[in-house]
């Protein structure tokens, strides 16, 4: 919008109730701001990679564009927040979000683990906990595939191991807390993975749910876009192509209690609104560039 002449001190001049936003890879006025910016690239810098996977292995970038979309995520909130505080005083504001800056703010539990304790912190824990000394946290074979369990507290302990037919290891005082279980880990964690290589993901969820006990299966993205509830809530939708027939696409996971959800639509096909902007246009008492030339 600056190469355009539409920056934000331009166009504030002429209408200073406009809220703007701006979405970038690293900060204006940070040393990397010409540096070309993408999610793979911006996880690498920020520390998000050295964080991610396991402390045998090298660093391993998270599998979706999780700072693509926690980008968008706190632009949203800051254009919602910009607009709130325009009813009140009638001056707009320019919002401006770095994928840098966001992605620091979401590895803030880490850095103040690692500023903590430097000496001894573990960058990479694989699945299990590095800045919380909590156990068991991780993922545990069962007869279809893994499940994953942990225990955040010691009554989720408590309660895992009763619903596990455990109830000497929840009444067991040396294993009450959770430093001395992430001191006797790999016991715990194979007292748990006998359990759950007894019984199929979904036995092992039902059991987990009913005991309070935080932990889920391991799905395939397959099993996912084929939730059934997530398609009853509007979460999946199958939408004409083309070429492919339909594809799962998803649904908004806004939800609000005055305003009905509404469902994607397929692109349109190219030139398919050419008719109705025009007209707009005309309406508006614009002429159309296409229409000049002609």
């Known amino acids: 919008m600056e190469k355009l002449g539409l920056g934000w001190k331009t166009l504030s001049a002429r209408n200073p109730r406009l809220v703007m936003g701006s979405g970038k890879g690293y ?6 701001r010409d540096a070309p910016a993408m999610d793979f690239p911006i996880q690498a810098l920020t520390g998000l990679m050295s964080v991610t996977g396991f402390p045998d292995g090298p660093p391993v970038k998270c599998g979706a564009a999780i700072t693509d979309f926690l980008g968008g995520i706190h632009l949203f909130g800051g254009i919602m927040a910009a607009l709130h505080a ?6 707009g504001d320019f919002v401006q979000i770095a994928m840098q800056d966001v992605t620091h703010h979401a590895l803030a539990s880490n850095i103040s683990s690692f500023l903590l304790a ?4 573990a960058d990479r824990a694989g699945n299990s906990q590095a800045v919380l000394k909590v156990a068991p946290y991780d993922l545990f074979p069962a007869r279809d595939g893994q499940v994953a369990i942990m225990c955040l507290n010691d009554r989720h302990w408590d309660q895992l191991s009763r619903a596990m037919g ?3 290891l929840a009444e067991d005082p040396e294993l009450a807390e959770g430093p001395a279980r992430c001191a006797r880990r790999a016991e715990v964690d194979g007292w748990v993975a006998e359990w759950t290589t007894q019984h199929t993901r979904a036995e092992i969820f039902a059991t987990l749910s009913d005991a309070r006990v935080p932990g889920a299966p391991v799905r395939t993205l397959a099993e996912v876009v084929a939730d059934e509830d997530m398609r009853a809530r509007g979460m999946v939708h199958d939408l004409p192509h083309p070429d492919l027939g339909t594809i799962p696409v998803p649904g908004s996971p806004m939800e609000f209690a005055r305003h009905d959800r509404v469902a994607p639509r397929p692109a349109p096909e190219a030139g398919a609104d050419t008719a109705c902007v025009l007209d707009a246009l005309r309406q508006a008492g614009l002429s159309p560039l296409s229409e000049d030339r002609n």
């Open 86 to 91: 325009r009813g009140t005083t009638g001056r």
């Open 27 to 32: 900060a204006a006025d940070s040393v990397y």
């Open 118 to 121: 430097p000496e001894g912190f």
């Open 166 to 168: 455990r109830p000497d």
